[in-house]
């Protein structure tokens, strides 16, 4: 089992910078990946940013040169760099994680992008 808290969401004006932080507990020796997806009202949950084995990432088309997913496995976190932040960023913001064939969940952070 794994435990996911997110922190660092809120509101920002378009242009501007937030981080997002999660912090994992429990069996975290196993996990393999780790990262964000994003909820907007009425939409699908997408994929953000994705950091597997510590080192590969993946990023969504929309975010690419302007977001950073990073791991500090220290502190078994991993972060959400955002800048040039735009309205259509403005989502419910979900730490995953995967151990094997497992997903888990944080229960997510609000990020609102105001023009």
């Known amino acids: 089992q794994v435990q996911l808290v997110e922190s660092g969401g809120g509101l920002v004006q378009t242009g501007g910078s937030l981080r997002l932080s999660c912090a994992a507990s429990?069996?975290?020796?196993?996990?393999?990946?780790m990262g964000w997806y994003r909820q907007a009202p009425g939409k699908q949950r997408e994929l953000v940013a994705v950091?597997?084995?510590?080192?590969?990432?993946t990023y969504a088309d929309s975010v690419k040169g302007r977001f950073t997913i990073s791991g500090d496995s220290a502190k078994n976190t991993v972060y959400l760099q955002m800048s040039s932040l735009k309205a259509e960023d403005t989502a419910v913001y979900y730490c995953w994680a995967r151990l094997g064939p497992s997903n888990y969940w944080g229960q997510g952070t609000q990020v609102t992008v105001s023009s």
């Open positions: 429990g069996s975290i020796f196993s996990i393999n990946a």
């Open positions: 950091i597997t084995n510590g080192r590969f990432t």
